[in-house]
């Protein structure tokens, strides 16, 4: 790589949450990024849908239809963004994640233009799975920020000018971190775990203050009453007609936060199981619903939208206590939920009214197990591997309708970005650019 440009960090210290109801459509507000971008984690609608109107390539290997190819220093989970033909792709500078980085290329040659890079004094834990750069920038189109956890949240413009810089205070588990901003009209929105503190914040996007912040009780930073406890979710936003309402998965409830105001408007148990307090994976609007999948081997839930307060009693429309180990979110098509699983468990096809599993679709053990989401594009859905192997598919809930398969090589566990007919993959060593 170029020579890097490096920024100490600043302090400063906030975060952010929002809310639910009755849902009509589910929102991702950006500013004015173009049709063709790819602004934040899972695409622009937070949804994991490339927008109306663009394709992907179908198939592809290491050396047919790469545009270009960058060798990444350090491994990362982080996925690419892209917006205003740049991508935007977080790293580590070491082993000892020390110095975590910003980096901004060229979308159509892969060339270097900037990078920003943050230092913290101290090493922090993480699972041997995870790494330092674990988390996905989001931008409006003309700035963006990036969550460096422990190191801060920082917001640049698309010169890699740095805007303003917050010390959120420490997050520390012995996994590491791992959930993502987004945005929502002006705000970046922030869901901060796992940690002894754990907190949602909304922080204004043009000087960093924080608009609200509400804390989520947590009982010591590893184990809840000896669980295996913790949240690595990215928030979700919903509009409702009762106003917009950001969904968080936490470790042990699901949680609807007025965007405004940040106040919870309900909650609904059931995500803690006998193997932990665990949450990967975001939840899933479906219609009038919510389709959650816990971690760990942990439970799914379907939660009906609206009501205050507690509603697991009155909300919560089943449970089953064990699905396969589910990292990378899911989207929903034609009213089913299709979700590629970690451990083995392949692809399936859920019908979120009930939580029954429609099939299943497992390839070799190795080909199996997926981190990254899933991305729909023109009709298609794309699974990448850990194997950085990217299985294409139909939607379709009576089978598994497959359309192509191709390989890079080498490790992934980020999901892909799709813009301007092109998809971006982060394996562990590289970045690509990938275009017919």
């Known amino acids: 790589m170029q020579r890097r440009e490096f920024l100490k960090t600043v302090g400063g210290a906030v975060l952010a949450a929002a809310s639910i109801g009755a849902v009509l459509s589910v929102v991702l507000c950006v500013g004015s990024i173009a049709s063709a971008d790819w602004p934040a984690f899972r695409g622009p609608g937070g949804a994991g849908f490339a927008a109306k109107g663009q394709k992907a390539p179908t198939l592809w290997s290491g050396e047919k239809n790469i545009r270009w190819k960058i060798a990444m220093d350090q491994p990362g989970n982080g996925s690419p963004i892209v917006v205003g033909g740049r991508v935007f792709v977080t790293s580590a500078e070491d082993k000892n994640g020390r110095k975590r980085s910003l980096y901004c290329f060229d979308a159509s040659d892969g060339k270097q233009l900037w990078a920003r890079t943050v230092e913290i004094d ?156 665990l949450a990967y994976s975001a939840p899933i609007p479906v219609g009038d619903m919510i389709f959650v999948t816990g971690g760990f081997l942990g439970v799914s839930l379907g939660v009906r939208l609206g009501g205050s307060g507690d509603v697991t009693k009155t909300h919560r429309l089943w449970r089953f206590e064990k699905n396969p180990q589910n990292i990378g979110s899911g989207v929903t098509v034609g009213g089913y939920v299709y979700r590629a699983n970690a451990r083995g468990g392949g692809l399936d096809c859920v019908d979120p009214k009930t939580g029954r599993v429609q099939w299943v679709h497992k390839g070799k053990l190795a080909d199996s197990t997926y981190w990254a989401s899933i991305v729909a594009v023109d009709g298609l859905l794309y699974a990448t591997n850990q194997n950085a192997t990217t299985i294409i598919y139909k939607p379709n809930p009576k089978k598994f309708e497959i359309v192509a398969t191709n390989r890079l090589g080498g490790k992934c566990n980020a999901t892909p970005a799709v813009s301007g007919g092109r998809i971006f993959i982060r394996t562990m060593k590289s970045l690509y650019c990938i275009g017919e």
């Not at 413009?157 to 929502?184: A, Q």
């Not at 947590?218 to 009762?242: C, F």
């Not at 936490?250 to 949680?255: D, E, G, K, S, T």
Request: proline letters at 6%; aromatic letters at 8%; one cysteine or more.
């Open 122 to 277: 101290r090493v922090m834990p993480k699972h041997k799975t995870n790494n330092y750069s674990p988390t996905t920038p989001a931008s409006d189109g003309k700035r963006v920020v990036v969550w460096h956890g422990s190191a801060g949240l920082h917001c640049y413009d698309l010169e890699g000018k740095p805007i303003w810089s917050r010390d959120l205070g420490e997050f520390r588990h012995r996994w590491g971190f791992g959930t993502s901003p987004i945005l929502h009209k002006g705000r970046v929105i922030l869901h901060t775990g796992p940690g002894k503190r754990v907190f949602v914040a909304a922080i204004n996007l043009p000087d960093g203050k924080t608009v609200w912040k509400t804390d989520e009780p947590i009982e010591g930073a590893r184990r809840l009453k000896d669980e295996q406890m913790g949240s690595w979710t990215t928030p979700v936003v919903i509009d409702t007609k009762d106003g917009a309402r950001i969904i968080v998965s936490m470790a042990w409830r699901l949680v609807a936060y007025d965007a405004e105001t940040g106040k919870i408007v309900w909650t609904c148990e059931g995500n803690r199981h006998s193997r932990g307090a």
